[in-house]
């Protein structure tokens, strides 16, 4: 799967929505500016490390650094904890996750918002691990989905994520998350 495609098509429909009923007056530009500056204001009470390590042994826990996923920005994670070493999914697995998540827009003063999600809910939310040809895979976006591409399924991450990654009901606010993800198999 290439995420740089996936992202230029985003970005493509997003601007065909957003030139069609933009009813704010703001140009798509000054949105992406605005989401820049959202994730800039959290990143700059943190510590970021721009690549991936290359052996993807990350630092771990509630002090590690936000590692840059991708060149341009978009997605940033922070691992609370690595998983079990071998753990790994493979393609249109099933994979269950819990999160809760922050609108970066109202970040202040080294204080979140109130989060929302389903942490605290009986059921887990579902995606088949690169499938986002399916629609409750795709309705997630590609963020939710690319720590496991890194890390084994049991892990915990923090992870931001701009709109173009974001669900795709979202995708027109062009507003960046902060996530805190868990993921698990289907209990058998």
């Known amino acids: 799967m ?3 495609n996936l992202y230029i098509a985003a970005v493509s429909a997003l601007l065909a929505v957003l030139s069609l009923s933009c009813s704010d007056d703001k140009t798509y530009a ?13 990143l700059a009470d943190q510590r970021v490390v721009a690549d991936i390590p290359a052996d993807t042994v990350f630092e771990t826990g509630p002090n590690a650094p936000y590692y ?17 070493k071998g753990n790994m999914a493979t393609n249109d697995d099933l994979i ?12 202040s003063d080294g204080v979140l918002p109130e989060g929302a999600g389903n942490n605290t809910a009986l059921n887990s939310a579902w995606f088949r ?33 701009k709109a ?19 993921y698990q198999r289907p209990q058998i």
Do not use: H
């Open 68 to 84: 840059r996923l991708d060149e341009d920005g978009n997605m940033y994670m922070q691992v609370l904890n690595a998983g079990t």
């Open 30 to 42: 000054e949105l992406l500016t605005e989401e820049r500056k959202y994730v800039n204001n959290f």
């Open 164 to 182: 173009a990654y974001g669900p795709s009901l979202e995708q027109s606010e062009v507003r960046p998350y902060l996530y805190r993800l868990t």
């Open 96 to 107: 269950y996750f819990r999160y809760t998540r922050w609108a970066l827009a109202y970040y």
């Open 2 to 4: 290439n995420y740089k």
């Open 129 to 161: 691990f690169q499938n986002l040809s399916l629609a409750n895979s795709a309705q997630w976006g590609s963020g939710i989905q690319y720590p496991l591409t890194l890390l084994p399924i049991d892990c915990e991450v923090n992870i931001i994520i």
